[in-house]
Nanobody, 123 residues
Framework: QVQLVESGGGLVQAGGSLRLSCAASGRTSSTVNMAWFRQAPGKEREFVAAIRLSGGSTYYAASVKGRFTISRDNAKNTVYLQMNSLKPEDTAIYYC????????????????WGQGTQVTVSS
């Protein structure tokens, strides 16, 4: 089993920045591919960004490309999401996900999930 714990969420004004962290523990061999998703009130959970174990391959949703950066520190079993130029529409609960096989935007492909961290962007 893999445990994922997100942190770093909070309240920020539009145009501001936040950095989310996701610490993995347990069978970390299953965290080859890691991703961030988000879910706004009344909406489905959507893909934000993904990264492979090596960190050399990343992928972003069009809505965040150029503003968000995903990275990882394998020595710490931690993945990060640096969020800049935040907009009110970025308000959501942000979830970390991991899977040993899938490098994809599909939510259903990820086997391991964290509990989420709230990000609120005020206008």
């Amino acid at each position: 089993q893999v445990q994922l714990v997100e942190s770093g969420g909070g309240l920020v004004q539009a145009g501001g920045s936040l950095r989310l962290s996701c610490a993995a523990s347990g069978r970390t061999s299953s965290t080859v591919n890691m991703a961030w998703f988000r879910q706004a009130p009344g909406k489905e959970r959507e893909f934000v960004a993904a990264i492979r174990l090596s960190g050399g391959s990343t992928y972003y949703a069009a809505s965040v490309k150029g503003r968000f950066t995903i990275s990882r520190d394998n020595a710490k079993n931690t993945v990060y999401l640096q969020m800049n130029s935040l907009k009110p529409e970025d308000t959501a609960i942000y979830y970390c996900a991991a899977d040993p096989l899938s490098f994809t935007t599909l939510r259903s492909a990820y086997n391991y999930w964290g509990q989420g961290t709230q990000v609120t962007v005020s206008s």
